[in-house]
């Protein structure tokens, strides 16, 4: 583990819309990458998570406008604006899910050990599986989706979502074919080239 960056995941009592107005929000003003960019182009933007212990949900917000949302559905979306969530909910295990999301609601989703080793989870309805709920509006836009418990435990069986555990993980804000490519983190990640898929990397995110 190369540092030692932690987030605070609030238990709540229930789920109710507009949770993260009061939450503790984590920024994402690393760009690591920034130096390789044409105009060090570094949207400003946040990334919340809280648990009512049958779910995880997430909250990311950013101030990009210039938006590309070219995929539809399933698929890649890392070309496009994009924000991600990169979570290994069971630290005993060295798989990970990563969630990616494009302005549309296009997800993709894969869980492996690395960025080689991962099996595609192309799941058709996933955006009620996974409450996706997108909002554009003049100064940028938003994504929040919930995952499931009962989805988790379905790669980690063992897994609860109660105070005290810990977690890793680490939150993305990418647009590889914008007219502003730009690669931003969370957690610092020090390598010479782009890589989310880099576990090693990943902050703590803690259940309190």
Known sequence: ?????????????????????NTVEANLDCFPWAAQSTDDYRPVTTARVVTDDSALYVYMQTDETNLRMET???GHVHTDSCMEFFISPDPSSPKYLNYEFNPAGAMYLSLGTNRYDREILNIPEYREVFRVKTEIFDK??????????????????????????????NFYKCGE????????????????????????????????
């Open 177 to 208: 074919n914008t007219a502003r490519p730009h690669y931003g983190c969370w957690s610092p990640i020090d390598l010479p080239k782009p890589d989310f898929h880099c576990s090693e990397f990943f902050g703590n995110l803690v259940i309190s």
């Open 140 to 169: 940028g836009w938003n994504i929040e989706y919930c995952i499931p418990l009962s989805f988790l435990c379905c790669f980690f069986p063992s897994l609860l979502l109660e105070s005290g555990h810990k977690m890793r993980g």
């Open 72 to 74: 539809k559905g399933f």
């Open 1 to 21: 583990m190369k540092n030692t960056k932690t987030y605070n995941v609030k238990i709540i009592d229930q789920y109710q819309s507009g949770w993260w107005k």
